[in-house]
């Protein structure tokens, strides 16, 4: 398994740098016994793998350089004007910038929700005592109940947040279904408590 | 001469290590790793990656020179490698310097001598 995994280690070298010493690299490898000094081998191996990609570009295209195809009247097809490389301070730069950039676009995308003031807040819990169970002819529907707390603040869409907890699809079916349970000198928070059944039958 | 090598100076462990390896035999990666365990009595351990990024930059420096396989060599895949007169060169320079080094901290941790009133 560890060598299955320095090989794969030596795959991903530079081009260059696999040709030339990656069939030594695992001679050693070979030679080395023990779990933990193979185990060791291949902590080196990554970090070898890290440093060719990180900080050897110089050697990666010395044999890409040597062969200029040649097209029509002995000019090259593809000729590059300037030979300039980026410094490495400059590609570690970059990369930390890059790498700066995404957590922070990642961490806005994980913690970013819409924080919506609501008017009513309606939620649904089971009973709990036994005066609310539904009769036993009725199996299948669970009761619930509806708490209602009135919000402080002004919302500037409420009717859509009822619509949202109350489980209806239209506006209309929403405000008779609150118009039913909701007393309208309600000022702090109250409780209505209803069997689920009769809930569903006010909605058209 | 010695002007050009002397910008090469000072050397890295991984580098002085290896050419110190190289001057007493041609070596196989594997012979220098233990070469360079033995020198420095076990403290420094040269792993693969390290030894051949190292020798890959040497080579390219012309400090050393690689032989290829030898027939006598029970593993086929082993290489052997060199040391040129031109990395013989930049080792004795390196130890040059390093034996300034010694000799500068020699003095300095040297007892305070009790001045005379």
């Not at chain 1, 069939?23 to 000094?37: K, N, P, Q, W, Y």
């Not at chain 2, 420094?44 to 030898?70: A, C, M, S, V, W």
């Not at chain 2, 990395?87 to 080094?101: H, K």
Request: charged fraction near 25%; proline fraction near 7%.
């Amino acid at each position: 398994m560890l060598r299955l995994l320095y090989c794969w280690a030596l795959r991903f070298h530079p081009a260059r740098f696999r040709e030339r010493f990656a069939e030594e690299m695992l001679s050693i490898f070979d030679h080395i016994e023990g779990r933990a000094a193979a185990a060791g081998l291949l902590a080196d191996a990554f970090i070898s793998l890290l440093r060719q990609w990180t900080m050897r570009s110089e050697y990666w295209e010395e044999k890409a350089a040597v062969s200029v195809p040649a097209g029509v009247g002995g000019l090259p097809v593809f000729y590059t004007l300037e030979n300039f490389k980026p410094r490495k301070s400059a590609l570690l730069g970059g990369a930390v910038l890059t790498w700066i950039a995404c957590s922070s676009v990642f961490l806005a995308l994980g913690h970013g929700r819409i924080h919506s003031v609501y008017l009513p807040s309606v939620s649904f819990e089971s009973p709990a005592n036994s005066e609310d169970q539904l009769p036993a002819s009725t199996p299948n529907l669970s009761p619930t109940r509806a708490i209602v707390r009135p919000c402080t603040q002004a919302s500037p869409r409420p009717r859509t947040q009822a619509i949202i907890e109350s489980g209806t699809n239209t506006p209309e079916a929403d405000r008779v279904w609150l118009g039913r349970r909701i007393p309208p000198e309600a000022n702090s928070s109250a409780e209505v408590s209803e069997p689920q059944e009769q809930a569903i039958e006010c909605l058209p | 001469m010695k002007d050009a090598l002397s910008s090469f100076l000072p050397l890295s462990p991984a580098t002085l290590h290896i050419l110190l390896s190289l001057a007493g035999d041609d070596l196989h990666g594997y012979g220098i790793m233990q070469e360079a365990l033995r020198q420095s009595q076990g403290l420094y351990k040269l792993g693969p990656g390290t030894l051949y990024d190292n020798l890959q930059k040497l080579i390219e420096q012309r400090f050393i020179q690689e032989l290829g396989h030898r027939a006598d060599d029970d593993d086929p895949r082993r290489r052997y490698y060199r040391l040129t007169s031109r990395g013989r060169g930049v080792l004795a320079a390196e130890l040059a310097r390093l034996e300034g080094v010694v000799r500068e901290g020699k003095l300095r941790l040297q007892p305070a001598r009790p001045r005379r009133a």
